[in-house]
């Protein structure tokens, strides 16, 4: 039976796979951190001193000067640092928002808030993203492909009660919506709680990120005056992944559960075999495209 | 039919970025000129203070630079000299679209309206999926392109008997070295020239735009003094272009990492799949599970169809031309439906079959069945624009 075989095939290919991915992301957490933390430190330091001479000849301040001190901000603002706070403001680079900013290049998010401002940095980040987004592409894929094929292991599926397949279908719909409101609905509440945002811009900020648009208007932890858990963007990483994990699985699973409910209520075979027809043509394409690839 | 389909898709996708251009216009910008007005406000205000600066007085003038820094208002122009540039000028707007549906995101432009929010999500929500398939066709005329003009190297390598596993690698690294040429070397020198970039810098913005990262540190075509219309539309060209290549060199290395890990099995994964897979599992699962009597993937089978046929085919099918025609034998031993189901996402992974993904799966198999499908290499090109054509007649016929 190729199911068992594939089933058991995931199960022990998933973990070594996983361990993978998180070392990686690890790794990616260590390495920006240590390129870094120091050039931020120093940005941080000119940022002050700037400001500390600009107050102290104000007074025969013309426009020349201000021009000056805009441009100033505005480098500053680039370079990630925040210009509201002071320099005893949270480092952009500690552990925590390392692996988040980590998290953000392997998922092609890329919010942008936080971006290396060193050549070094630059440099690795370059490969970083070229190893780390297909690792996560095949970590995403593999995951909905094995949940898939267990959920879809309802070979037999039309042999059973109308009873049992009733009962399945519900099991599933209960399954596809407690995930969805465990991973996609809770957490922004729990995000538009913590920063202060309306519920709206938690669900945007939720959507932008987990589409992996990732404009960086909103992300999570990055208000100096607010104190976070030292955890939370750590934990923000992970609910990211778990979004993109939940969606790999659900978005195909959608259909196919729309088309069981469908096949319950019209369980007329002339249609299930009028589509039958369809695929086939569509389908031998690739077929023919197989062998060439193998 | 093939290449009209794609002409068709582009014309759809264009039309959809200029739609939501025109609309992110209208949502956006008077709220940024608005913005860029308050900005002009305060400067000119604190300019007849500031004999007087207070430090409060500065703390409250930094700050409004720093929300019109994150509202997109440049605070380096004063509103009156630099009136004509916006951020949500059609060319601009129509690359901010170009970001959503790509998933870069650059960032340096954000909606600030709730309406424009509200716009993105469902802009996204079609045409992210859009997108997606429009990459699809465009990878696979590229690839199939790139791949006939590496044949034709590839022929002349085998005419001088170079040894086949050599040629492989050969045509995977030249593969990799022409798109290199096209889509990374020369947009960053463009890069470096019109943006005055330093090469590091360029070549960071081309990864991380094509990657669709997309940091929205370096933009290109975003600083004020840029002035060509044509120039951010152009740089959208060149990333569409672009990201059907990298999607390529991305799967490739993921199938590398794949094959350090020992999973020799035939699996598409990869960027593009993940794009495609938006709308491709959608609209392919719904019609492949209409069949339940489809047996589930045979992936570990996979590798042993193409050797099994090969021996029969001279018989099945003497009068036509032998090796494009080694592609079609394994439809008879398994049932159609089944296998061919099975890999609805293989249509829109064109890209996981490139040269480079092949020479490891050549490694993978036995060396005998290697061996005897080497030759007909260059010469099994042409069975591609001939594909879909083929099998949907037969489909009919049956």
């Known amino acids: ?294 | 039919m093939r290449s009209t389909t794609l002409l068709a898709l582009l014309a759809l996708v264009l039309l959809y970025l200029v739609s939501g251009a025109l609309v992110f216009q209208a949502l956006e910008q008077p709220h940024e000129q608005q913005a860029q007005r308050e900005l002009g406000e305060v400067r000119e205000k604190f300019l007849r203070a500031h004999p007087c600066v207070s430090d409060q007085d500065l703390g409250l003038f930094i700050k409004e630079v720093a929300d019109a820094l994150g509202g997109g208002a440049n605070p380096d122009t004063n509103s009156t000299s630099n009136g004509n540039h916006s951020a949500w000028d059609l060319g601009s707007a129509f690359f901010f679209s170009g970001t959503i549906i790509t998933t870069i995101g650059y960032g340096n432009a954000a909606l600030r309206t709730d309406a424009g929010r509200l716009f993105c999500i469902f802009y996204a929500l079609v045409g992210i999926p859009l997108f997606g398939i429009l990459l699809a066709g465009v990878g696979d005329r590229l690839g199939s392109s790139l791949r006939h003009g590496i044949g034709h190297i590839e022929a002349i390598f085998l005419k001088w008997h170079v040894p086949p596993e050599l040629v492989r690698v050969l045509s995977a690294v030249l593969f990799l070295l022409v798109g290199c040429l096209l889509f990374v070397l020369t947009p960053t020198f463009v890069f470096c020239y019109v943006e005055g970039w330093s090469k590091l810098e360029a070549i960071y913005f081309v990864v991380v735009t094509l990657t669709t990262v997309g940091f929205g540190d370096y933009v290109a075509g975003a600083s004020p003094n840029q002035n060509s219309a044509a120039y951010q539309p152009l740089v959208w060209f060149w990333i569409l272009l672009g990201l059907a290549y990298f999607a390529s060199v991305l799967t490739t290395i993921g199938n590398w990492l794949r094959v350090v890990s020992r999973r020799t099995r035939a699996e598409m994964g990869g960027l593009t799949a993940q794009a495609a897979s938006w709308t491709g599992t959608v609209t392919a699962r719904v019609t492949q599970r209409a069949s339940p009597a489809a047996p589930p993937p045979p992936e570990k089978e996979r590798p042993l169809l193409p050797p099994l046929p090969c021996p029969a085919q001279p018989a099945g099918r003497p009068p036509s031309p032998a090796p494009p025609e080694k592609a079609e034998p394994p439809s008879p031993p398994t049932p159609p439906t089944a296998s061919a189901l099975d890999y609805p996402s293989e249509n829109l992974a064109f890209i996981d079959e490139s040269s480079d993904t092949q020479s490891e799966r050549g490694c993978a198999l036995p060396r005998a069945p290697r061996g005897r499908r080497r030759p007909p290499n260059p010469p099994r090109k042409p069975v591609r624009p001939r594909g879909p054509g083929r099998p949907r007649d037969k489909g009919v016929s049956d």
């Open chain 1, 1 to 294: 039976m190729p199911h068992a075989r594939l089933c058991s095939f995931l199960g022990g290919g998933l973990l070594p796979l996983l361990l993978a991915y998180v070392c990686y992301l690890l790794l990616g957490a260590t390495i920006f951190q240590a390129l870094e933390k120091q050039a931020e430190a120093q940005s941080r330091g000119q940022f002050q001193f700037e400001k500390l001479r600009f107050l102290e000849n104000y007074t025969c301040l013309d426009q020349r000067a201000l021009e000056e001190f805009v441009q100033v901000i505005m480098e500053a603002w680039v370079k990630g640092v925040n210009p509201k706070g002071n320099s005893t403001n949270p480092s952009n680079w500690d552990f925590g928002s390392s692996f988040f900013f980590a998290g953000t290049v392997v998922t092609t998010i890329g919010y942008g808030n936080l971006a290396p401002s060193t050549e070094e940095g630059q440099t690795f980040c370059v490969f970083y993203a070229l190893v780390g987004i297909p690792l996560n592409a095949v970590f995403l894929n593999h995951l909905g492909k094995g949940l898939r094929a267990r959920l879809s292991a309802l070979e037999g599926w039309e042999d059973q009660s109308r009873r049992s397949q009733i009962l399945q279908m519900l099991g599933l719909a209960l399954f596809v919506i407690l995930g969805t409101v465990l991973i996609l609905i809770f957490p922004p509440i729990v995000f538009s709680h913590v920063e202060g945002w309306s519920i709206s811009e938690g669900f945007y900020f939720a959507f932008i990120t987990l589409s992996t648009i990732g404009f960086g208007d909103y992300v999570v932890g990055t208000d100096p005056s607010k104190h976070y858990i030292s955890v939370y963007r750590s934990l923000a990483a992970i609910w990211i992944l778990l979004g993109l994990a939940w969606l790999a699985v659900v978005l195909p699973l959608g259909p196919l559960l729309l088309h069981r409910c469908f096949q319950l209520w019209l369980p007329s075979r002339s249609l299930s075999l009028k589509e039958r027809g369809a695929p086939e043509a569509d389908g031998l394409p690739t077929l023919q495209k197989l062998p060439v690839s193998a």
